[in-house]
């Protein structure tokens, strides 16, 4: 399992070019998973299947949610100091052009 990140790295990488941060952020996911398994004393990948639902479960908490910058029912507001600013209401459309422009 020492290999599996560098090889899913190189993957991602080289033969998918994904873009730095994308790659960046699945190595970050990965190790954290790796982590995980390690201290559960996981060392095959035939053992890794019925431990990520925890893991996925022990991240859920350790992780802040995605959706804090969903508007708010009541408000209309972020619902989190992790939004960097509420989000606009739209008070007017703009005009579409006539279709000869």
């Not at 982590?35 to 990948?45: E, M, Y």
């Amino acid at each position: 399992m020492e290999t599996a990140l560098d090889d899913f790295m190189h993957h991602c990488r080289i033969e998918r070019r994904l873009a730095p941060l994308t790659c960046s952020a699945y190595e970050r996911d990965v190790a954290a998973c790796l982590r995980f398994l390690q201290a559960d004393g996981i060392g095959s990948w035939s053992e890794v299947r019925p431990h990520l639902r925890r893991f996925l479960a022990d991240e859920a908490t350790h992780r802040p949610t995605r959706r804090c910058c969903q508007p708010n029912a009541t408000t209309g507001t972020g619902t989190s100091s992790l939004c960097p600013k509420p989000p606009v209401p739209i008070t007017s459309w703009p005009l579409a052009l006539p279709p000869q422009q």
